[in-house]
């Protein structure tokens, strides 16, 4: 097949488009309780033992969970499936579930059960990424899609930070306090079904001709798993998001716990907020910059060294700062720039590994990179939250220490050989 076989389609925009909607909303429903958890354990409470594996933390630790059983079966549905009948799954799912969750508002048990399953429906959108990607973007456009449909997810983690706090009422010295719980899920939940519906519709399978030549040759998922596993670098790449995707999601489950860690009365969502500003910042300048330069490696180095200070003045912003509200603002900045570097390493790291794992399959390379960061992020969440949070100044001063050999392991790296074959035809 000759290069005037390749098109590349301006309904890739609207296929992305779609994707992020539903990318957007299953991370919304994943976080809904997490800003408020205080506020939620009083508006549940009597309904759980707050001392159970089954308590408000549960809520965002299942998707975790779940995303340990359902991803490679997820992986395995896209990749033999296709886009359009693997993500249309996880959006029928996604929505039907966030629309149940508002209208069961009031119970704590029907709110586990759709948490459930809308952490089934997770696997099915994110781990679709770079098959969408693959399908519908030429090679150097696919960092920026990446980073879009990754920017997608962290803007659904900032509005539920951001505006979660604003629906409930988190002041626990007034006596309203955890009020706007039902009215908060029901307005979510609705969102969800509209933006999942959206996808179903809106999401083509391929274009009719590829985007460029790569995209014709591709193992069977079988194939293309073991195939992985012989990669060294996409070993290591496994072992940067097992560290770095870890962290990013116990720091972003247990938002409130840390701000009650620094001494933080009330529920405001800031850090989780800040953390994600700085995110999707990153994750639209860095991995446009990735695609500029047709560099990967070199992105994935200057994330890791920006996160490891990050994570260090979130972790001793207490002992470095004579007040309360001084630590509170060096965690605010230190977060900023957490969310800057770590989050921007996500779609980097995906299409990286995409990259350097083809030609297997690209939602098994990023739905083992995601897998990853579920399992060390199940093992953080669960170990922080245990006996009332006692251990988690443990585990922020231990997040620095791993992210510095995630840093040091990400020099071992080698860049992207098709990145350096685009450039030589240059």
């Not at 659904?156 to 626990?172: D, R, Y």
């Not at 193992?219 to 962290?247: A, C, N, P």
């Not at 700062?321 to 605010?332: D, F, H, I, M, N």
Request: with cysteine.
């Amino acid at each position: 097949m000759n290069e005037k076989s390749f098109k590349i389609y301006g309904y890739r925009w609207v296929v992305l488009g779609a994707f992020m909607l539903a990318s957007m909303m299953v991370n919304i429903q994943w976080l809904t309780h997490a800003p408020v958890a205080r506020a939620a354990e009083t508006f549940y409470a009597g309904q759980f033992n707050p001392n159970s594996i089954f308590n408000i933390d549960f809520l965002a630790m299942s998707y975790m969970l779940i995303y340990l059983i359902v991803s490679i079966p997820a992986s395995y549905v896209i990749d033999t499936w296709g886009i359009k009948k693997g993500i249309g799954i996880g959006a029928a799912i996604c929505g039907i579930s966030a629309l149940l969750k508002g209208i069961f508002a009031d119970s704590f048990t029907a709110q586990i059960i759709f948490q459930l399953s809308l952490a089934i429906s997770q696997p099915f959108i994110l781990n679709a990424l770079t098959a969408v990607t693959a399908r519908w973007f030429p090679l150097k456009e696919r960092g920026t899609a990446a980073g879009l449909g990754t920017l997608a997810q962290y803007l659904g983690i900032i509005i539920v930070m951001m505006v979660t706090p604003l629906m409930v009422a988190t002041n626990p010295s007034m006596a309203n306090y955890g009020d706007g719980m039902q009215k908060m899920l029901m307005i979510y939940g609705i969102i969800t079904f509209a933006a999942c519906l959206a996808a179903i519709l809106l999401i083509r399978e391929e274009p009719p001709t590829p985007p460029g030549e790569e995209a014709y040759i591709r193992h069977k998922f079988t194939d293309g798993l073991k195939f992985i596993f012989r990669q060294k670098d996409m070993l290591i790449t496994i072992g940067i998001f097992f560290i770095g995707l870890g962290i990013f999601n116990a720091v972003s489950s247990m938002t409130d716990s840390i701000a009650e860690y620094l001494n933080v009365k009330d529920s405001d969502g800031m850090i989780g907020g800040i953390m994600l500003i700085g995110g999707v910042i990153g994750a639209i300048i860095l991995p446009i910059l990735s695609d500029k330069f047709q560099k990967r490696k070199m992105f994935i180095n200057i994330c890791l060294i920006g996160t490891v200070p990050s994570l260090a003045g979130m972790a001793f912003a207490g002992l470095i700062t004579a007040t309360p509200e001084a630590a509170y603002t060096v965690a605010l900045i230190s977060s900023f720039f957490l969310g800057f570097f770590v989050m921007s390493a996500g779609p980097i790291g995906f299409q990286y590994g995409a990259e350097v794992s083809y030609p297997a399959p690209e939602s098994t390379s990023q739905g083992l990179l995601l897998l990853a960061g579920q399992i060390s992020g199940l093992v953080f969440v669960a170990a922080m939250s245990m006996r009332s949070n006692v251990y988690l100044p443990f585990f922020m001063k231990l997040f620095v220490i791993i992210g510095a050999i995630a840093l040091i392991s990400s020099f071992f790296l080698k860049e992207s050989k098709p990145l350096e074959e685009l450039a030589g035809k240059k």
